[in-house]
Nanobody
Framework: QVQLGESGGGLVQAGGSLRLSCAAS????????MGWFRQAPGKEREFVAV??????????YYANSVKGRFTISGDNAKNTVYLQMNSLKPEDTAVYYC?????????????????????WGQGTQVTVSS
């Protein structure tokens, strides 16, 4: 069994920063991509960012709503992923989930949907006050 554990969430004022971390534990597996999604109350889970190590150079992809403010990084050898969030806005308030994909060379568009990932964390709350 693979478990993903997130940390780093909390309460921050608008304009502030937070850094989320996620690490895998349990059964050994190879992650070819790891990503972050978020879900606000009453809304569907939405894509935030993904880092892919699946063949060729490392690839980064962001949702338009966070581009330029959030930075994803990670280490596929350690199955860890981070999300540096700067210039936070109240609309960034949500539960943030990390996810891992064990499929080699999954198309990048699939990695922008929850269906593109095999393993999920329990989530960490991020609240941005105005």
């Amino acid at each position: 069994q693979v478990q993903l554990g997130e940390s780093g969430g909390g309460l921050v004022q608008a304009g502030g920063s937070l850094r989320l971390s996620c690490a895998a534990s349990g059964r050994t597996f190879s992650s070819y991509a790891m990503g972050w999604f978020r879900q606000a109350p009453g809304k569907e889970r939405e894509f935030v960012a993904v880092i892919s190590w699946s063949g060729g150079p490392t690839y980064y992809y962001y949702a338009n709503s966070v581009k330029g403010r959030f930075t994803i990084s990670g280490d596929n050898a350690k199955n860890t992923v981070y999300l540096q969030m700067n210039s936070l806005k109240p609309e960034d308030t949500a539960v943030y989930y990390c996810a891992a994909d064990s499929r080699y060379r999954r198309p990048i568009l699939e990695l922008t949907t929850p269906m593109g990932f095999d393993y999920w964390g329990q989530g960490t709350q991020v609240t941005v006050s105005s």
